[in-house]
């Protein structure tokens, strides 16, 4: 990259000729204007391509000189050499004000006619040429200044406008004067100024002011004078564009006066003077209107305030017009109803006045009435209650009419504050339902403010704890059948409503679930005793077998009926035992208690307490026999025989149910024998 960049360099064709050692550089104004009598100002700088080198000699050409390839130089007349001017004897117009290193500017004075056209500088260094050639254009009189304005002047704005000559000497005494048509002389004033530098040489006058509209079109002038001679020497004029807003902006009502509300009012905008043109015009009215042409517009349907209207005519800036009031007349307008109260609320009793008010009418002869909910009350502009109750609540409006025509006010709604009252419990859907649906209880109520809380009880009078105005139940039971009510509280006090009854009723499905569940029980219960009656003959064989077991204080006896034959019921005397009408082939049993010692007596039939039953380690054998009798109404012992004596024979089977084991010895049993 580095080796790359120096090849880069020379090969750009400018660059080349910059930086070619060779060249000279020489920087100079392309073009040198002066008049005949004038000085010529020529700035110049040089740079010497050999290094350390200085300026040995320069010579000033002019008119035809060329260059001699026999002498290898140029040759013609010459204006200036550096060399000879050394000498005491030297006359020349052209003065040298540079120096051997860098510059190279040069005066001649005074300039005549036959100096224009090229000048030839020929520099000579130690082992460098170089001839530069700069044109030369010398008139016989002073050229006319050239007056350079901005691209935009508009009034009131501050504009610099400069006046100039690409010439400057400074031996020539030079003024500059400003004039503008149909002002006074010397009202405008400006600042000179002089360029030198090697790419321009000039002279200029710059004038700051600040132009109104009436300068549009007035002639500007800038003059060129000797200040020596007083002479005017050249001068140039202009003529002012000014950009300027409309002037002298009106508004005209072409209507016939008075103008009511809901007329078509048309008006004008008018202007005098505007530059540019005005293209465009501006309205600030209300309500809709029409355009009829350029600058007149029709208000249709004219607004009750329609008082002030205005225009503007416009170009690149708008001017408006002075307000004008159309007068417009119109119904009263901003009616309201007033509440006089001391009182921040209205309860229930408390005296209230309203009072009709409107900010404006035109006429202003007025007349009032009053309405409640739309319905005509009474004439007058106040409306007064001496003990105001929660059926005067409702929305209020006053009317006011002139001749024009009749507004009212937005209704006022009054408001009677007062505490709960006429509650009462709805149920829905409805107050009976089948179990199993959802029941919602509504609280209803005339409050002022609304009720704040509700409380829900039933018909024990039991709190739900449920605040909110809707209580609802589901799904249902019939134990939810009963009475409701609802009490309802805000801030003035507390209602109650009456008891509303809801009735819950049973589904067909729990019908349906209930009867089939009592069929199973019975069923359930049959199956039972069904196998009760199949299973007892076996078991009666089981407890037969047994042996009377030792260390027993209770023994006990079984009968088995082996042979019955029953009496139709309503022969049967009445029975002096227990009758199952279920068991027809059942085993009774009596408990016949041991003496303890030989005082003891043995007792039958009743169950003992813990106590009496608990079994003694003295017992002996011995066994107290009991009459056993057949009942008269079933299979059981103890019972009046009331039958032949050959209608069977019941027996008794004394087993031994003490504790501990059994005697291997068979211990001795007495039958009895019945009949029955």
């Known amino acids: 990259m580095h080796l790359l960049g120096p090849l880069f360099l020379l090969l750009v064709p400018g660059y080349l000729a910059l930086s070619d050692p060779q060249l000279w550089k020489i920087e100079h104004p392309t073009t040198l204007y002066a008049w005949e009598g004038s000085c010529a100002w020529i700035p110049c700088r040089y740079t010497i391509p050999a290094y350390g080198e200085a300026l040995e000699n320069l010579v000033v050409y002019y008119k035809d000189f060329a260059f001699d390839?026999?002498?290898?130089?140029?040759?013609?007349?010459?204006?200036?050499?550096?060399?000879?001017?050394?000498?005491?004897?030297?006359?020349?117009?052209?003065?040298?004000?540079?120096?051997?290193?860098?510059?190279?500017?040069?005066?001649?004075?005074?300039?005549?006619?036959?100096?224009?056209?090229?000048?030839?500088?020929?520099?000579?260094?130690?082992?460098?040429?170089?001839?530069?050639?700069?044109?030369?254009?010398?008139?016989?009189?002073?050229?006319?200044?050239?007056?350079?304005?901005?691209?935009?002047?508009?009034?009131?704005?501050?504009?610099?406008?400069?006046?100039?000559?690409?010439?400057?000497?400074?031996?020539?005494?030079?003024?500059?004067?400003?004039?503008?048509?149909?002002?006074?002389?010397?009202?405008?004033?400006?600042?000179?100024?002089?360029?030198?530098?090697?790419?321009?040489?000039?002279?200029?006058?710059?004038?700051?002011?600040?132009?109104?509209?009436?300068?549009?079109?007035?002639?500007?002038?800038?003059?060129?004078?000797?200040?020596?001679?007083?002479?005017?020497?050249?001068?140039?004029?202009?003529?002012?564009?000014?950009?300027?807003?409309?002037?002298?902006?009106?508004?005209?009502?072409?209507?016939?006066?008075?103008?009511?509300?809901?007329?078509?009012?048309?008006?004008?905008?008018?202007?005098?003077?505007?530059?540019?043109?005005?293209?465009?015009?501006?309205?600030?009215?209300?309500?809709?209107?029409?355009?009829?042409?350029?600058?007149?517009?029709?208000?249709?349907?004219?607004?009750?305030?329609?008082?002030?209207?205005?225009?503007?005519?416009?170009?690149?800036?708008?001017?408006?017009?002075?307000h004008v009031n159309l007068h417009v007349q119109y119904a009263p307008r901003d009616v309201k109803v007033l509440l006089s109260s001391h009182r921040s609320e209205i309860h229930s009793g408390h005296p209230v006045l309203l009072q009709c008010n409107f900010s404006s009418s035109r006429p202003t002869d007025v007349r009032f009435f009053w309405k409640k909910n739309g319905i005509l009350l009474k004439e007058g502009r106040e409306l007064s209650f001496d003990s105001i109750t929660p059926e005067d609540a409702g929305n209020y409006n006053c009317l006011v009419n002139n001749s024009i025509g009749q507004s009212s006010s937005e209704p006022r709604m009054l408001q009677v504050l007062y505490a709960p009252r006429r509650l009462r419990v709805s149920i829905s859907p409805k107050d009976s339902v089948q179990e199993g649906k959802k029941v919602v209880l509504r609280c209803e109520s005339d409050a002022n403010p609304p009720i704040l809380q509700y409380t829900w009880f039933d018909w024990n009078n039991q709190n739900f704890h449920h605040d909110d105005?809707?209580?609802?139940?589901?799904?249902?039971?019939?134990?939810?059948?009963?009475?409701?009510?609802?009490?309802?509280?805000?801030?003035?006090?507390?209602?109650?409503?009456?008891?509303?009854?809801?009735?819950?009723?049973?589904?067909?499905?729990?019908?349906?679930?209930?009867?089939?569940?009592?069929?199973?029980?019975?069923?359930?219960?049959?199956?039972?005793?069904?196998?009760?009656?199949?299973?007892?003959?076996?078991?009666?064989?089981?407890?037969?077998?047994?042996?009377?077991?030792?260390?027993?204080s209770e023994q006990s006896f079984f009968v088995r009926n082996k042979k019955m034959r029953r009496a139709p019921f309503s022969e049967r005397p009445h029975s002096l035992g227990c009758y199952n009408p279920v068991m027809e082939d059942t085993i009774s049993y009596a408990t016949l208690r041991f003496p303890m010692s030989d005082t003891d007596t043995p007792r039958t039939g009743d169950t003992q307490t813990p106590e009496a039953q608990r079994p003694s380690l003295n017992r002996d054998n011995t066994v107290t026999y009991a009459v056993v009798q057949k009942r008269q109404v079933g299979d059981y012992e103890n019972v009046t025989p009331n039958t032949p004596e050959d209608e069977g024979i019941h027996y008794s089977e004394l087993v031994h149910l003490g504790l501990g084991e059994r005697p291997l010895s068979h211990e001795g049993v007495e039958y009895v024998t019945l009949k029955h």
């Open 69 to 322: 390839s026999n002498t290898k130089d140029f040759t013609g007349p010459t204006l200036y050499e550096m060399k000879r001017s050394r000498t005491p004897d030297y006359q020349t117009r052209v003065q040298f004000l540079g120096d051997n290193k860098s510059n190279c500017t040069l005066r001649i004075h005074p300039v005549e006619a036959e100096d224009s056209g090229l000048l030839g500088l020929r520099m000579i260094s130690k082992t460098k040429k170089w001839m530069e050639k700069i044109d030369f254009n010398v008139s016989k009189t002073p050229p006319p200044p050239r007056i350079q304005l901005p691209p935009d002047i508009q009034e009131h704005q501050e504009v610099t406008l400069t006046c100039w000559l690409n010439i400057s000497c400074s031996v020539y005494q030079m003024k500059w004067q400003w004039s503008l048509e149909e002002s006074q002389p010397g009202q405008l004033r400006s600042v000179s100024s002089t360029s030198l530098t090697t790419t321009a040489v000039s002279t200029q006058n710059q004038l700051t002011f600040r132009p109104q509209w009436t300068h549009h079109g007035k002639n500007l002038t800038c003059q060129l004078w000797d200040d020596t001679s007083n002479m005017l020497l050249s001068q140039q004029t202009v003529q002012l564009d000014v950009k300027y807003s409309p002037k002298e902006v009106t508004i005209v009502i072409q209507n016939p006066t008075p103008i009511r509300e809901g007329d078509n009012v048309t008006l004008s905008c008018n202007y005098t003077s505007s530059h540019p043109s005005v293209t465009r015009y501006e309205w600030n009215l209300q309500g809709s209107w029409k355009d009829l042409l350029p600058g007149v517009r029709m208000i249709q349907k004219v607004a009750w305030n329609a008082w002030n209207v205005t225009c503007a005519a416009c170009n690149l800036w708008c001017s408006w017009a002075p």
């Open 469 to 552: 105005q809707v209580l609802t139940l589901g799904p249902v039971k019939v134990q939810h059948s009963g009475a409701y009510w609802c009490q309802g509280t805000n801030r003035l006090g507390m209602g109650r409503s009456p008891p509303s009854t809801l009735t819950v009723y049973y589904s067909l499905e729990t019908i349906s679930r209930r009867v089939a569940l009592g069929v199973g029980l019975c069923l359930a219960i049959l199956l039972l005793v069904f196998l009760g009656v199949k299973l007892q003959p076996s078991w009666k064989r089981i407890q037969s077998q047994q042996g009377i077991q030792e260390n027993s």
